[in-house]
């Protein structure tokens, strides 16, 4: 399952359900109003375009659809991006819509919940919520970028991000680039010692 909220970023969603689409795994996707308007703001894609990369893709209003019972078999859920405001209905079990709700069912089910949230600075609530919801059992997953491959583009950045999410509910994407710690510094690029590193 995929929920798409309000926050910026609404690049990792996409390429989560590209990226399950690519490693053969059935996705279920709920985008919120909020995360309808992120998309218009910061995608190219219509409202059709974005449920077409999901197997199906559910209102978030239609709270007894499948995906809202604890019998329906899902590997997990990942929120991306998660809103503030989504992180805290999930972590007091605020089940309004049914992104909230498929989240509260993953907790329940003991199956696993990524949640990437897309929020700097955090406030003391914020981390309260983060705090309620990995007590509950769910992954706080803020997509912070991993610059140790060398990203070249931003898509690179969200690529790999949306890969380690997936790599959370066990589903594996080969082409997902790795850290092996082979990795080492040319000898033309190491550091030379200046005036003031020597005193």
Not at 20 to 32: D, F, I, K, N, P
Not at 66 to 71: C, D, L, N, P, Q
Not at 157 to 176: F, M, N, S
Request: proline share 6%; glycine share 8%.
């Amino acid at each position: 399952m995929v929920g798409i909220s309000g926050a910026t970023g609404i690049a990792y969603g996409v390429r989560v359900l590209e990226l399950a689409r690519t490693a053969g795994v059935e996705t279920h996707l709920v985008v919120t109003p909020a995360g309808q308007r992120t998309r218009a703001y910061e995608t190219d894609l219509s409202a059709r375009d974005l449920a077409a990369l999901a197997d199906v893709s559910h209102r978030p209003a239609d709270i007894g659809a499948a995906i809202a019972s604890g019998s329906f078999p899902a590997d997990g859920m990942i929120v991306a991006p998660c809103s503030v405001h989504t992180l805290s209905a999930i972590a007091y079990a605020g089940g309004d819509n049914l992104l909230t709700r498929a989240a509260d069912v993953t907790l329940k089910e003991r199956r696993r919940l990524v949640l990437m949230v897309r929020e700097t600075p955090l406030t003391l609530t914020h981390l309260r919520a983060m705090t309620a919801v990995t007590e509950a059992g769910g992954i706080v997953m803020p997509p912070v970028p991993a610059f140790y491959l060398r990203p070249g583009t931003v898509e690179d950045i969200v690529d790999h991000t949306a890969g380690r999410a997936l790599d959370l509910l066990g589903i594996d994407v080969p082409e997902l680039p790795r850290w092996d710690g082979t990795r080492r510094r040319r000898d033309d690029e190491e550091p030379r010692e200046t005036s003031a590193q020597s005193a």
